[in-house]
């Protein structure tokens, strides 16, 4: 089974328009960590915000905001007035809290095209 | 922002070669981690390094060797190249932030072997 979703393969927004990016994710284990990376056409991966499982409030960063409903184990990346620069493949990823397991479990990502 | 560094950032060579990819960070990290991700798809670990003299294999079975004699250095090798290589392989660390680690990449090397 997947671990991590990402059911939106791309997406095209129009400048300075909000936008949801979706992701859902699959554990068992009750500790966890999830991610959000940006990956531009130059390929390097780009850190931009995390959210631990037992953290109460949404983790926000700049433009950048994770709608975390742990019921519903979505986590989706809200990024508010979009910019050109934006555009980028987006990858949701988790790690679970076992000792041992370093892994980030990345999900398949989501290609935003920001329209000028 | 963090530094790591990762060298060549393109390489293409012939069916057969011996290469080395190089992957270096500034910032004392004991964990390193090396990814395999093909164009457009989801990263996968290959190899992953606790500290120095530690090395494990990741979840994708990869024919590549990793060596972690320094804590800054982590090089992949790849004995033979063949063309079922051709890929982009992603060095990363992570440092602690509270209970979660937060992995920062190199900016990739992206391999065709022909």
């Known amino acids: 089974a997947q671990k991590i979703t990402q059911t939106q393969p791309g997406m095209f927004v129009q400048e300075k328009e909000a936008v949801t990016l979706d992701c859902t994710y699959d554990t068992s284990d009750p500790s966890y960590g999830l991610f959000w990376y940006k990956q531009p056409s130059s390929g390097e991966m780009i850190f931009l915000i995390y959210q631990g499982s037992y953290d109460q409030q949404n983790a926000t960063e700049g433009r950048y905001s994770l709608n975390f409903q742990k019921a519903r184990k979505s986590a989706n990346l809200v990024i508010s007035a979009s910019q050109l620069g934006d555009s980028a493949m987006y990858f949701c990823a988790m790690r679970e809290f076992n000792f041992g397991n370093e892994k980030l479990t990345f999900g398949t990502g989501t290609r935003l095209t920001i329209i000028p | 922002e963090a530094d790591i560094y990762q060298t060549p950032r393109y390489l293409v060579i012939g069916t057969g070669k011996k290469i080395t990819l190089e992957c270096s960070q500034t910032m004392g990290h004991d964990k390193m981690y090396w990814y395999q991700q093909d164009p457009g798809m989801e990263l996968h670990l290959i190899h992953y390094s606790y500290g120095v003299n530690s090395t494990e294999k990741g979840d994708l079975s990869s024919e590549s060797t990793v060596s972690r004699i320094r804590t800054e250095h982590f090089p992949l090798t790849l004995e033979s190249a063949r063309p079922s290589h051709t890929s982009q392989y992603l060095c990363?660390?992570?440092?602690?932030?509270?209970?979660?680690?937060?992995?920062?990449f190199g900016p990739g090397t992206r391999l065709l072997v022909l």
């Open positions: 990363a660390s992570s440092e602690a932030q509270g209970e979660w680690e937060t992995q920062y």
